[in-house]
């Protein structure tokens, strides 16, 4: 909080003045009506002094409360002072630094680092559905909080483009394939071509075999498997990347499993002359069952690569290319164990780095009565979950024109993918990341609750107010006049946002920016909605303090949804 430095220093001052010593000072009290914060510095000085530790806090409290920045400090219990801040320094401080408009007062990291962010990952030869939307967009915020901060980040898109599917598709091509149909379909085809395969294996269950092999042809380098699959890959990707420009989203680098192809021999013939090889009845294995880990499976029993190792090499890659700080796999709860087992295996190889990667894991993406495979073809696809968003918030834009009475906006396709693809974004960016997200269109794009076009609507609101109230609100006012409670935790809140951004950053967790953006909306929105308080009036001197308010609230919002990757559009 950027408060808390100067009531540090308050409070450890109040301490050495009244009884000659320095301790930690200020907490956070657990329950707010305590106060806003409070000190128990003074308990364990009470042994060292001899003295009562509640004598000693009435020392305290009486020299804290000769603070500017201090409306009240009483003692309670056997000596806790708890701390409530004079309202009008609290507007005035929180405000003053509000008019940092490019940082909203945040310092760049002291020191900068080089991170890592591996986040989207789809698999080639398949259409990016909604189970995609989760790494795609917390990968992207986790990078936006990161850059804010100054720390040099790569953002890298890990592509699924190697494995036992693509000898499916091979199998499945040889039978059915048709190169025409693939040109004029595109991605489209190719999950045709996916179910089909897995239908007809049902029947013979035979073809997983023949797709293994085929794999182990591909990765031998057969010209043909090579050309299809380079084929395959690049039908992919230009539909990937139409996705990517709905959400905003771009990468720093891309490339596939297969760009390590030629680094896994190394890889394992390092774990080899360690010994740390186990040939097992159908696989390659490191054995970590010493650790709780289980056997790492490296290559199968034809010689064919595995996840892990393609995942080792590219580790290994990303250290010599980057040498970087932090390596963060934004990647689903399920893989835990594959990131244990790769985190393990490089620490027995003698990584000193491998404490650097870090897997960032998060729960499942499930629509209302509705389940997704891939395998049966029924899956809710991201570009369409997209285009629906940005369809039906253009609905509610032509609704609205026509109850006001109004043309509807010239911009409108504009405001409407905005609001749709903000609303798709936050709905998972508000969530915890390890916890399941439901998707239900009905709160998604509600302009009321926790929801993104909600925070849109309320910085918009804001902003025709700054149209109606016709200039720049001046940088002081009377203070005096934002001293009310609501006032007060508004601005506090907006103090906040800061603290939020560096702990989501710490935590890779972008929902804790989510939690506090709806916090200051809401304290906004309850302000706004009350009969006494109105921004513009014919009081000159209250609307400048109200709008001076108001501002900072709009200017925190759209910094905040800015971080999240989340366009703001300025009216609704």
């Known amino acids: 909080m950027r408060l808390e430095p ?27 009506s305590h106060g806003d914060y409070q000190i128990n510095g003074v308990l364990p000085l009470a042994k060292e002094l001899k003295k009562p530790p509640r004598e000693l806090a009435l020392a305290v409290a009486d020299k804290v409360r000769q603070a500017e920045a201090i409306e009240s400090a009483e003692v309670a219990g056997p000596g806790f002072i708890n701390i409530k801040l004079a309202p009008a320094w609290v507007a005035a401080r929180v405000l003053e630094q509000a008019a940092d408009v490019a940082r909203d007062g945040v310092p760049p990291a ?12 789809p698999n080639i030869a398949k259409q990016m559905h909604v189970g995609h939307l989760r790494s795609t967009i917390i990968g992207d915020a986790i990078c936006r909080l990161l850059r804010f901060l100054g720390h040099e980040v790569i953002g890298d898109n890990h592509l699924g483009d190697w494995g036992t599917q693509f000898g499916a598709l091979l199998t499945i091509w040889e ?24 239908r007809r294996k049902e029947a013979d269950p035979s073809l997983q075999e023949t797709a293994r092999a085929k794999f182990k042809v591909l990765e031998d380098g057969e010209p043909q498997a090579r050309r299809l699959w380079q084929l395959f890959r690049y039908v992919s990707l230009r539909e990937f990347e139409r996705v990517y420009a709905l959400l905003g989203i771009r990468f720093d680098d891309v490339r596939g499993e297969s760009a390590f192809e030629s680094l896994m021999p190394a890889v394992l013939d390092e774990l080899q002359a360690r010994g740390l090889l186990v040939e097992s009845e159908d696989a390659t294995v490191v054995d970590l069952s010493a650790r709780g880990l289980g056997a790492a499976l490296l290559r199968k029993r034809d010689g064919s690569t595995l996840y892990l190792t393609r995942d080792l090499a590219a580790a290994d890659y990303r250290w010599r290319t980057y040498g970087f700080a932090r390596a963060l796999y934004v ?5 835990s164990l594959h990131f244990a087992q790769m985190k393990a295996v490089l620490e027995l190889l003698g990584r000193e780095w491998a404490g650097r990667v870090e897997h960032v894991p998060f729960g499942l993406m499930r629509f209302k009565d509705r389940k997704m495979a891939s395998r049966t073809g029924d899956v809710v696809l991201l570009e369409e979950v997209l285009e629906r968003a940005v369809a039906l918030a253009r609905q509610t834009i032509e609704r609205g024109a026509a109850e006001r009475g109004r043309p509807v906006p010239a911009d409108a396709d504009e405001l409407a993918h905005r609001i749709g693809v903000g609303a798709v974004v936050f709905n998972d960016l508000k969530n915890r990341r390890v916890r399941d997200v439901v998707f239900d269109w009905d709160e998604v794009l509600s302009f009321e609750g926790e929801t993104g076009p909600y925070l849109q609507y309320t910085a918009a609101r804001i902003a025709s107010l700054a149209d109606k109230y016709g200039r720049e ?17 508004l601005a506090l809140a907006i103090d906040a946002l800061p603290d939020s951004l560096v702990a989501a950053v710490a935590e890779a967790e972008p929902s804790l920016v989510a939690d506090r953006l709806l916090d200051i909306a809401a304290r906004f929105s309850t302000l706004y909605a009350r009969r006494d308080w109105t921004v513009v009036s014919d009081d000159r001197a209250l609307t400048d303090a109200r709008m001076l308010l108001a501002s900072a609230t709009r200017q925190a919002l759209v910094n905040g949804l800015t971080w999240l990757g989340i366009p703001v559009p300025d009216r609704m």
């Open 6 to 32: 100067s009531l540090e220093a308050l409070g450890t001052q109040a301490i050495r003045d009244a009884l000659g010593l320095d301790a930690p000072a200020l907490v956070r009290p657990a329950n707010p």
């Open 110 to 121: 002291a020191t900068p680092l080089r991170i890592v962010v591996d986040f989207s990952g």
């Open 175 to 198: 039978q059915v394939g048709d190169e025409a149909r693939l040109q004029r379909e595109g991605i489209h085809y190719l999950l045709e071509l996916y179910v089909e395969f897995n």
């Open 331 to 335: 990647v689903g709860a399920a893989q």
């Open 473 to 489: 609100p001046p940088a002081e006012v009377e203070w005096a006049r934002l001293a009310g409670e609501g006032e007060t935790a």
